[in-house]
C-alpha cells in the first residue's frame, strides 16, 4: 500500500460536538486521498466509459467507503449526485454539481459541506480541450462565477473540489496544460495549480477569489484510467 500524506489523528477523533464544519472538511480531504486510489481497483472502469458513468460509479465508491472501509469507521458523510446548485433569489432552473457532500452528526443536520465537479481528461468533443478550466462546461470557471460551490441556501461554500479521469498522458503532461489554460484564461499565476503529491493518484491545490471577491480553494484529485 502506497504512504500518502494524510493527518496523523483518527478522523472524528478531535472534533467536538458543535464544533463548525471546517474540521469535518479537512477529515473528508483526508478520506478522498485515502480512499480515491481504491476506486480503479475496486470498480469495473475503464476509459471509453462517459464522464457521467464514471461519476456515477465513483459515487458509489464513496458512498460504501464512508461505511465500510479497512478502519472499521462508520463516517459522517453522506454523498449526493447531482445536487442543484441554486443562487439566491436565482429564477429558472438552476445548475447541478456531480457531486456534494453532507454532513451528518449529532448537531449537524446533512448540511453541504464540500462540492465536487468531474472531468474526463481529455475532455470528448469538439471545441471542449480546456474545459476543465473555461468554456460552456468550465470547471474552475463556474466554480469562480458562484455557479457551483453552493449550500441548499445559496451560501458560497470556500473550500470544493474537481476530480479528474485521466485517460491520457501522465499528471505531468496535464499540470503543465492546465496551467497553460489558466493563463490562456487571462488569470493571475497565483491562479495556476500547485503539486501536493503525484503518486497512484495526483493531490494538487488552487486558489482564487470568486466574482464577488469571496476566496475559493480547490482541491483537485485526478485518477488514472
Same mark, same amino acid.
Given at each position: 500500500? #502506497?504512504?500518502? @500524506?494524510?493527518?496523523?489523528?483518527?478522523?472524528? =477523533?478531535?472534533?467536538?460536538?458543535?464544533?463548525?464544519?471546517?474540521?469535518?472538511?479537512?477529515?473528508?480531504?483526508?478520506?478522498?486521498?485515502?480512499?480515491? @486510489? *481504491?476506486?480503479?481497483? %475496486?470498480?469495473?472502469?475503464?476509459?471509453?466509459?462517459?464522464?457521467? *458513468?464514471?461519476?456515477?460509479?465513483?459515487?458509489?465508491?464513496?458512498?460504501?467507503?464512508? /461505511?465500510?472501509?479497512? %478502519?472499521?469507521? %462508520?463516517?459522517?458523510? +453522506?454523498?449526493?449526485? %447531482?445536487?442543484? =446548485?441554486? =443562487? /439566491?433569489?436565482?429564477?429558472?432552473?438552476?445548475?447541478?454539481?456531480?457531486?456534494?457532500?453532507?454532513?451528518?452528526?449529532?448537531?449537524? $443536520?446533512?448540511?453541504?459541506?464540500?462540492? +465536487?465537479?468531474?472531468?474526463?481528461? @481529455?475532455?470528448?468533443?469538439?471545441?471542449?480541450?480546456?474545459?476543465?478550466?473555461?468554456?460552456? &462546461?468550465?470547471?474552475i470557471e463556474r466554480f469562480k462565477?458562484?455557479? #457551483?460551490?453552493?449550500?441548499? *441556501? &445559496? $451560501?458560497?461554500?470556500?473550500? $470544493?473540489?474537481?476530480?479528474?479521469?485521466?485517460?491520457?498522458? $501522465?499528471? *505531468?503532461?496535464?499540470? #503543465?496544460?492546465?496551467? =497553460?489554460?489558466?493563463?490562456?484564461?487571462?488569470?493571475?499565476?497565483?491562479?495556476?495549480?500547485?503539486?501536493?503529491?503525484f503518486s497512484a493518484i495526483g493531490?494538487?491545490?488552487? !486558489?482564487?477569489?470568486?466574482? !464577488?471577491?469571496?476566496?475559493?480553494?480547490?482541491?483537485?484529485?485526478?485518477?488514472? +484510467?
Amino acid at each position: 500500500m #502506497h504512504d500518502y @500524506p494524510r493527518p496523523s489523528n483518527i478522523p472524528f =477523533q478531535n472534533v467536538p460536538e458543535g464544533a463548525s464544519s471546517t474540521g469535518y472538511v479537512e477529515k473528508l480531504i483526508w478520506f478522498l486521498e485515502r480512499y480515491l @486510489p *481504491d476506486f480503479t481497483k %475496486e470498480r469495473a472502469v475503464n476509459g471509453s466509459q462517459s464522464e457521467n *458513468d464514471l461519476t456515477e460509479l465513483l459515487f458509489r465508491h464513496l458512498t460504501r467507503k464512508a /461505511k465500510f472501509n479497512s %478502519e472499521n469507521i %462508520e463516517y459522517h458523510y +453522506i454523498f449526493q449526485p %447531482e445536487k442543484s =446548485q441554486k =443562487q /439566491k433569489k436565482q429564477k429558472g432552473h438552476p445548475k447541478r454539481m456531480d457531486m456534494a457532500a453532507r454532513l451528518n452528526t449529532v448537531d449537524i $443536520n446533512m448540511e453541504v459541506i464540500y462540492c +465536487i465537479e468531474a472531468k474526463k481528461l @481529455p475532455t470528448p468533443g469538439s471545441g471542449r480541450e480546456k474545459e476543465y478550466v473555461f468554456g460552456k &462546461g468550465g470547471a474552475i470557471e463556474r466554480f469562480k462565477n458562484e455557479e #457551483h460551490g453552493l449550500d441548499d *441556501d &445559496g $451560501n458560497l461554500i470556500k473550500d $470544493n473540489g474537481i476530480v479528474a479521469y485521466i485517460t491520457e498522458n $501522465n499528471f *505531468d503532461y496535464w499540470f #503543465h496544460h492546465i496551467n =497553460q489554460w489558466i493563463s490562456d484564461a487571462g488569470c493571475q499565476d497565483s491562479e495556476k495549480l500547485t503539486i501536493s503529491y503525484f503518486s497512484a493518484i495526483g493531490k494538487l491545490g488552487s !486558489s482564487h477569489h470568486r466574482v !464577488s471577491g469571496d476566496a475559493l480553494y480547490l482541491t483537485h484529485f485526478w485518477i488514472p +484510467i
